[in-house]
């Protein structure tokens, strides 16, 4: 049995069976780290904008190092999951909490590829002693390529509720299936399609977006995903949110409409609620690619209960309702004391008091004069 030490390195020991042409093979570890990353991918090389699972073997240098064991990524966007022995382990803080380590276990790093190129990350594993009273750090720098998907992906230079086309193009020569899944904030599917390529063959899909919001777009093709965050505008937004006005007098609120699509846009607008004493309806277009203000005027009746009303506005593009909200409108107190005149009858009586005071203190003065 030998014992090969170094400074600066953890000390190995051997069982050596003594014979012809006997050699022996050690790989000693500097005694800062305390784990080596075995059965580590040599080349990693991922389609761009897929989903890519990194998976290696966790082995303890010397189990007296791996105690408390916190793992943490530094030049790595888009991580989605990290597993130890496939289990899902929660960030605390950017970090990984992995626990005390007494054996080989399996870690897996599941991320986001990015845009085409060479790209890389640090791996850093922290640990300590049993007494905490020494820190243990291992680093493993990840270098992966990034390739150009099989097939070109045109989408709309913005994406709109409704229907929205998604051209793709084969561009390797081959044949194959190709399912698009656009799916909500929730991870619940609201629409799918799928086509087969032959090589070189372009298709358009025709995805429906229920409505505006964050969608993920996945593109399925051979086992692998490649994976589009998309953002849906409002097509619609009510720019008046709070209105006040005067009894007996006029109000208006305005909405905002956008239409990025090659078609004209029709819509109702309604507004309902409140003090009005009928639906108001008008009816709008919006030309191509263009966007707009529209306001609509009511009336406000002169004698009103409350001080504060909501107005209800809905917008309907044939028998579909695509926006809905509320306007808050507030009356102005129009019975509020006023010196020089006012709304309401007792400022009125006070003004004419006074101003016959004025008038008797004048004809005082001009008799004391004579």
């Known amino acids: 049995m030998l014992t090969f030490e170094k400074q600066g390195y953890w000390s190995v020991t051997e069982t050596v069976n003594v014979g012809d ?105 922290t640990s300590n002693d049993a007494i905490m009273s020494k820190t243990y750090t291992t680093t493993k720098q990840v270098v992966y390529k990034v390739e150009p998907l099989p097939f070109s992906v045109q989408m709309p230079s913005e994406w709109q509720v409704g229907t929205n086309e998604l051209r793709i193009s084969e561009s390797s020569g081959q044949s194959y299936l190709i ?66 006005v005067s009894e007996g007098s006029e109000g208006v609120i305005t909405l905002h409409f956008k239409n990025p699509s090659s078609d004209v846009q029709y819509y109702t607008i309604k507004l309902s609620g409140g003090f009005l004493p009928a639906e108001i309806n008008q009816s709008i277009s919006v030309g191509p690619l263009t966007e707009k203000d529209v306001s609509i005027a009511f009336a406000v009746p002169e004698k009103l209960t409350y001080d504060a009303y909501e107005l209800n506005v809905q917008v309907l593009q044939g028998n579909a309702t695509v926006f809905s909200d509320r306007v808050a409108v507030s009356i102005s107190d129009s ?36």
Not at 66 to 91: A, C, F, H, I, Q
Not at 193 to 212: G, L
Not at 352 to 366: D, E, P, Q, R, S
């Open 335 to 370: 019975s509020s004391f006023s010196l020089f005149g006012g709304g309401s009858s007792g400022g009125k009586t006070l003004y004419y008091g006074l101003a016959a005071l004025v008038g008797l203190g004048l004809f005082v003065a001009i008799l004391r004069r004579r």
């Open 179 to 244: 399912t698009a899944v656009l799916k909500d904030s929730q991870g619940n599917e609201v629409w799918s399609d799928s086509y087969a390529f032959s090589p070189y063959e372009a298709h358009t899909f025709t995805v429906n977006v229920p409505s505006e919001g964050s969608y993920t777009l996945e593109l399925q093709w051979n086992g692998r995903t490649a994976v589009y965050d998309i953002t849906v505008n409002p097509a619609i937004t009510l720019k008046t949110k709070t209105l006040t």
């Open 21 to 125: 042409n006997t050699s022996v093979s050690v790989e000693m570890y500097p005694s800062s780290a305390s784990f080596k990353l075995e059965n580590f991918p040599a080349n990693i090389s991922i389609p761009e904008n897929t989903i890519y699972t990194l998976t290696f073997t966790l082995s303890p240098i010397q189990t007296s190092a791996t105690y408390n064991t916190y793992l943490s990524l530094s030049g790595l966007s888009g991580v989605l999951e990290v597993r130890k022995d496939g289990s899902l382990v929660s960030p605390e803080n950017g970090k990984y909490y992995l626990g005390d380590i007494s054996s080989p276990v399996q870690v897996s790093i599941k991320f986001k590829a990015g845009s085409v190129g060479t790209h890389g990350f640090t791996i850093t594993l």
